[in-house]
């Protein structure tokens, strides 16, 4: 089989690389992620990655912290499994670039989309770290400002459930699985596949998301390849 998509950009929450400890690295479970990654390039799939930092810190850990400060702490935990990844994926075999929106020259090359570009076209991993670099905004919309950066096929967000329900499903078993829906629906109904800026931004730019799950990793490949699994939002 041959892969559906040239260029991806693959979201991953922080909680997935702590595994079931709920707190730091699990790297039994980054390898295992890793490895699916590799396979991917191996396609010869051009491979953009965002991480999240909530297996070290969320905004609301802050409490009475002002929410920039805490937005700050939340991009440097982005940085650390950035960084994390980068030497996962190595052992694998794979070139790969961190690429920050912070500039920390010593430890990541500074975001320059044409020098990611070029790394993409190269066969190397791009992972951007950092979030945008600004607070007050989630890794969900740096996940759908690279993509765009970067004219990526399609966001990859892999969840815990199977795609995009009506509600849901781990609180209610009537919960309906979207196929297909659209990003005005997503909107509307308030489907939390991403927050609301982030998917103003895949509608506003045309990006197409597919949310599945990731509790097997090999579901990556899967979607690469075109399998019917979990859901696609697209407008239209």
Not at 112 to 121: P, Q, S, W
Not at 138 to 165: M, Q, W, Y
Not at 207 to 213: G, P, Q, R, T, Y
Request: aromatic share 6%.
């Amino acid at each position: 089989m041959q892969p559906v998509y040239k260029r991806i950009l693959l979201k991953l929450s922080g909680e997935v690389l702590a595994g079931e400890q709920g707190h730091g690295f699990d790297f039994d479970t980054i390898n295992t992620i890793c490895s699916a990654v590799k396979k991917v390039s191996d396609l010869g799939v051009e491979i953009g990655l965002v991480v999240g930092g909530g297996n070290f810190w969320r905004g609301r850990s802050g409490g009475s912290m002002e929410r920039t400060r805490a937005d700050s702490i939340g991009m440097l935990a982005t940085m650390m499994n950035s960084l994390a990844l980068s030497e996962a994926l190595e052992q694998q075999g794979l070139e790969v670039s961190v690429q920050s929106a912070i500039d920390m020259p010593k430890i990541a090359e500074t975001f320059v989309r044409n020098n990611a570009v070029r790394h993409l076209e190269k066969g190397r991993v791009v992972i951007f770290g950092g979030g945008t670099g600004n607070p007050f905004f989630s890794t969900d919309t740096c996940a759908a400002l690279r993509a765009a950066e970067i004219n990526a096929d399609v966001i990859l967000k892999a969840t815990n459930v199977d795609g995009v329900f009506d509600k849901d499903p781990n609180k209610f078993a009537d919960a309906v699985k979207y196929d297909v829906v659209t990003h005005t629906e997503v909107l509307e109904k308030n489907l939390k596949v991403m927050d609301s800026t982030a998917a103003s931004l895949c509608r506003d730019n045309n990006i197409s998301i597919l949310v599945f799950n990731l509790e097997d990793p090999e579901n990556i490949v899967r979607a690469i390849l075109g399998e019917n699994i979990g859901t696609i939002v697209k407008e239209g």
